[in-house]
């Protein structure tokens, strides 16, 4: 006598299956005549939503405030992560001006100008990082896509854009990025070695130092005036060296100014006038790099250790200069002598 | 059960709403229920297959106007549809006279050419027989298609109470048409 259990599990083992690949290729079937746009045209209100809009008719206004609001706000902080070239970069420079122009304390308004320094400087290292992915470099020129090169260029522009519309009272400073700005050709060639990135062309060079611990330098060089951006251990500041030209009288303060060091985390009354020559990190220009970096290996601990009396905020960087110049006198040699020598 | 309930809601609203992963999954849960149900209804396994797809493509393309609330509903609608295309095959092969060995709506399809092709043995096959037709469908949803009697009842449009009484009653049946076989 079959009992009711084991009825069931006849029935139950007899039930019609299908196999994955026979279910897989009905769906193929069935996918394929869907009518796409019909069920997309779907929805599925919500009734709550219905209710809310159709009896409170001025929620719906409020929540139209309260988006637009977001977009904006979510718009400022997307492009606060733009860089030269991208589409938002123009809304984040305008964000920037604006906020350039808030009243601030000096501390904070130098502080505000140093965080602006580092993210064109980030920006730059980002974009020439990018651009060299993948494309082979050699001690020699790379030549990169003329995408690549207007990226660069770009980026170049904006830094010394940055740097001119940030003037920090030096005359002298303002007036060499002014100029350079204007003189700066956009066909620049990229190099590389080891971490060091150089971009130039005829007239100008500009080189970006960047290391594994995120420390970086900008440095725009034009015969022997330079302006520098450097990141060492998250402190940034902008070196000046300027020529000068003028023997008149007049121009006496300048030429003091000339001589000073500006560091944009440091308060102006802090530059130190009575130092004859420049702080030496730039070396003399008129020899070749080879030469040019073994001037700064020579006389950068001696300037450092005065710069470590008078403020004290170069110690902890004392250390790194020697390494960036060691890595200076590794790599620039042979080629950038022979290419430099030429341009400058 | 109120997880699975939800997790079938939202695989129901991003259907609607045109997402091809969603209603992949929510037609992979769905195949393995109602194509038994058409497969008792039908002659060969190939043919199932392709009134099931007919079902999925009127159930998809429709279900932008169907309200979600509860999983047993889903199932009826679902089968609702499957009901209509099984009787719309049944209408059309006889307009086109052909000598159909499958009775559809009504009755349960006769055996095949053989056991292997229809995937139910003749022992079961004719003990189905013998049941009327909802005592029959409600064996097939809950012991195939794997409902409970909660949701057959709303397939159905009964009490659940009756749902099981009809199986127990459908359960006796059998019992006694094989063990008449038997002795």
């Known amino acids: 006598m079959e009992k009711e259990t084991d009825i069931i599990k006849k029935i139950e083992s007899q039930t019609p299956e299908l196999s994955a690949l026979e279910i897989s290729l009905m769906w193929n079937y069935i996918e394929s005549h869907l009518p796409q746009k019909s069920v997309l045209k779907g929805y599925i209100p919500s009734p709550f939503w219905h209710f809310e809009f159709r009896t409170h008719p001025m929620l719906a206004g409020v929540a139209l405030l309260l988006l637009v609001g977001f977009a904006g706000g979510g718009t400022a902080f997307a492009s606060n992560a733009a860089r030269p070239g991208d589409m938002l970069f123009t809304i984040d420079r305008a ?166 060091r500006f560091d944009a985390g440091d308060a102006l009354d802090n530059v130190d006038h009575s130092r004859g020559n420049f702080d030496g990190d730039f070396g003399d220009d008129s020899k070749d790099d080879s030469s040019d970096t073994t001037q700064d290996d020579d006389t950068h601990s001696e300037n450092d250790d005065r710069d470590t009396s008078k403020t004290g905020t170069d110690s902890s960087s004392s250390g790194d200069n020697d390494r960036d110049d060691d890595r200076d006198g590794d790599s620039g040699s042979g080629n950038d002598g022979s290419e430099e020598g030429n341009g400058e | 059960m109120e997880q699975a309930e939800g997790a079938l809601r939202v695989l129901v609203e991003k259907s609607a709403h045109g997402d091809t992963e969603s209603s992949r999954v929510l037609y992979e849960q769905l195949v393995v229920r109602l194509f038994p149900f058409i497969r008792s209804r039908s002659k060969t396994k190939e043919e199932a297959i392709d009134i099931t797809q007919d079902v999925f493509i009127d159930f998809f393309s429709s279900l932008t106007r169907f309200s979600f609330t509860s999983s047993a509903q889903l199932y009826a609608y679902l089968f609702v549809i499957a009901r209509r295309k099984l009787a719309r095959g049944y209408r059309e092969h006889i307009k086109k006279g052909e000598n159909t060995q499958v009775q559809y709506d009504d009755e349960i399809a006769p055996h095949s050419t053989t056991e292997q092709d229809y995937g139910v043995t003749l022992e079961i096959e004719e003990a189905l027989k013998v049941l009327q037709e909802d005592t029959r469908e409600i064996l097939v949803l809950h012991h195939w298609s794997r409902h409970t009697f909660g949701e057959i009842a709303v397939i159905l449009g009964m009490s659940e109470s009756a749902v099981r009484v009809r199986h127990h009653r459908a359960l006796t049946q059998l019992k006694d048409y094989l063990n008449k076989g038997i002795t």
């Open chain 1, 95 to 260: 964000l920037e001006n604006i906020s350039l122009h808030f009243p601030r304390s000096e501390g904070a308004q130098v502080s505000f100008k140093n965080k602006l320094s580092n993210e064109r400087l980030q920006e730059f290292r980002e974009i020439l990082e990018e651009e060299l992915e993948g494309v082979k470099v050699t001690s020699t020129t790379t030549r990169l896509s003329e995408r690549g090169q207007g990226r660069i260029d770009n980026a170049v522009h904006e830094i010394i854009k940055f740097l001119d519309a940030s003037d920090l009272d030096d005359t002298n400073r303002g007036n060499l990025i002014t100029e350079i700005a204007q003189e700066f050709k956009r066909k620049g060639r990229v190099e590389r070695h080891d971490d060091r990135y150089r971009v130039s062309d005829e007239q100008n060079r500009i080189e970006v130092d960047v290391d594994d611990d995120g420390d970086s330098r900008f440095e725009v060089r034009r015969g022997t005036e330079r302006i520098r951006i450097e990141k060492k251990d998250g402190e940034v500041r902008v070196r000046t060296q300027v020529s000068d030209d003028s023997d008149d009288a007049s121009d006496k303060n300048n030429s003091k100014k000339r001589n000073s």
